[in-house]
């Protein structure tokens, strides 16, 4: 699905670069702001902002990969980010969660964490994990290696994380490195995409920026996503806002390179408009989901794998604004080929996680996954012999060609879509949303198996999160090993 023409997505991209080579972008640390100089960028000091020749961001281009693969705990390859190659992803990072027994919405604690891993690890159409809330159980400083450890823990899946402070990088690729041979191999067969955030408009923080320069030693695909808020932060319109998106990823893209060519990066972003009324940010806003898509082609112009914030929902609870929201934005963001769809799971303007959320959202992608698949002939052109079949018998039902080809050109439902009439309802129990996605979890979490570390490595990687932490103590994180 396109919807620029591509005379516009080229006139973008050029616009794009001369704002990174006339505006540049503010560094907010002047440490890095000295770095970045040091690596050839043309800085400002009293402004501290550094611009970006067009020539240094294309090269930056070339050096980037367009594949992506990603591999887990094991070793094994388990996601493709490329070409039309589309990933379903728990959205993060959540600070609540819904309560599924009592509907509250809660802090969640790290039981919660590792229901959720247990749950996702054996839901079928989601293609890798992400560390989706955080927990309030352990101290916040050390947030992001925690909930990255219980999901290690739980799952051999890989995942989307992401460090919440400057000196996060490195403790967390410490964990990662107990699971490969060497640095080398890390590199060679990543197991995670770290997320980094430009400070929209046109900013990069202490944080972001050394997370950047931390994963591209350690060799972690970066996903560069903007937060533009459409009327305050951006643009309000389309274009203009695809203008100032493209220029921050590219800026970060840019700089993932300096600090080591080849690094991954994928084109990533989370558009919302701004409500002038109610001073929210809606990511599910029509105007955003436009803004997504638009992008969505600029990364392909531009041969990157591409990420976004969608089939999630602003709604506060599993309603019928939730259900129209995920559907909406699922279906768009696999029509427009995002290789990473980051949604599943998700409420609250991304502020909530939802586990009967999850489980629903994980049948609506095995449908959309369904409807990618390629359309061709299957002993159905020409069509005149099933049609004078259809006529003479008034149905195909036994026809020779439905009964070959219905159960692969069929998408069945499971438990989450009801597709009973009324009678049949009620003969299975009259089971609401809310019970058959219990169902689904209780199913789900029985069923779940894995051999669990060793308690050298549990000992190992507590060892790292204490000992690279000020003030951490080990009795402050939770035994679940």
């Not at 590199?187 to 046109?202: G, Q």
């Not at 949604?343 to 959320?357: A, H, I, Q, T, W």
């Not at 439905?402 to 597709?419: C, I, K, N, S």
């Not at 609401?432 to 219990?438: C, N, P, V, Y």
Request: with cysteine.
């Amino acid at each position: 699905m396109q919807i620029l023409e591509d005379e516009l997505v080229g006139r973008i991209i050029d616009d794009a670069l001369s704002v990174l080579a006339e505006t540049g972008v503010e560094v907010e640390d002047a440490g890095l702001f000295d770095k970045l100089v040091a690596l050839g960028l043309d800085g400002q000091a009293s402004t501290r902002r550094v611009r970006f020749p067009r020539e240094m961001v294309e090269s930056a281009l070339s050096q980037a990969p367009s594949k992506i693969e990603l591999f887990d705990r094991d070793g094994e390859r388990q996601a493709l980010l490329e070409g039309d190659h589309v990933n379903f992803v728990p959205a993060s990072s959540a600070l609540r969660i819904l309560d599924r027994e009592t509907q509250a919405v809660r802090t969640p604690k790290s039981a919660d964490f590792i229901e959720y891993v247990k749950l996702a690890d054996g839901l079928p159409n989601i293609a890798y994990l992400a560390t989706a809330f955080t927990t309030d159980d352990v101290p916040q400083v050390i947030a992001d290696a925690w909930r990255m450890y219980m999901l290690m823990a739980y799952s051999k899946r890989p995942f989307v994380s992401g460090a919440f402070t400057s000196h996060g990088v490195p403790r967390m690729t410490k964990i990662m490195e107990l699971f490969r041979s060497s640095r080398a191999e890390l590199i060679e067969k990543p197991m995670a995409i770290f997320t980094c955030c430009p400070n929209t408009p046109l900013r990069w923080g202490e944080d972001p920026l050394c997370n950047i320069f931390d994963c591209a030693e350690a060799g972690v695909p970066i996903e560069i996503v903007p937060v533009l808020l459409l009327g305050m932060t951006s643009p309000a319109t389309t274009v203009g806002a695809l203008v100032l998106h493209t220029a921050e990823v590219l800026s970060g893209l840019t700089i993932a390179q300096l600090g080591r060519a080849g690094t991954p990066v994928i084109f990533g972003g989370a558009p919302a408009t701004f409500h002038m009324q109610l001073m929210t940010n809606p990511m599910t806003a029509i105007e955003a989901l436009q803004v997504y898509c638009g992008y969505g082609q600029i990364a392909d112009r531009l041969g990157l794998p591409s990420q976004a914030y969608m089939g999630l929902s602003d709604s506060k609870f599993n309603d019928m604004q939730a259900g129209s929201e995920s559907g909406i934005g699922s279906m768009l963001a696999a029509l427009a080929g995002f290789n990473s769809v980051s949604g599943p799971g998700m409420l609250d303007f991304v502020n909530c996680f939802s586990l009967e959320k999850l489980v629903f959202d994980d049948e609506l992608i095995a449908g959309i996954q369904h409807f990618l698949r390629p359309v061709e002939v299957k002993d159905d052109l020409p069509t005149a012999d099933l049609v004078a079949e259809l006529l003479a018998e008034n149905h195909l039902l036994t026809s020779e060609h439905t009964l070959a080809r219905w159960q692969e050109e069929f998408y069945m439902p499971g438990t989450m879509v009801d597709r009973t009439n009324v009678d049949q309802y009620e003969l299975n129990g009259s089971r609401d949303f809310r019970a058959r996605a219990s169902e689904v979890i209780e199913d789900k979490l029985d069923a779940y198996e894995l051999e669990p570390l060793s308690d050298d490595l549990h000992a190992e990687i507590r060892s790292i999160i204490t000992t690279t932490t000020d003030g951490v103590e080990a009795d402050q994180l939770p035994n679940f090993a």
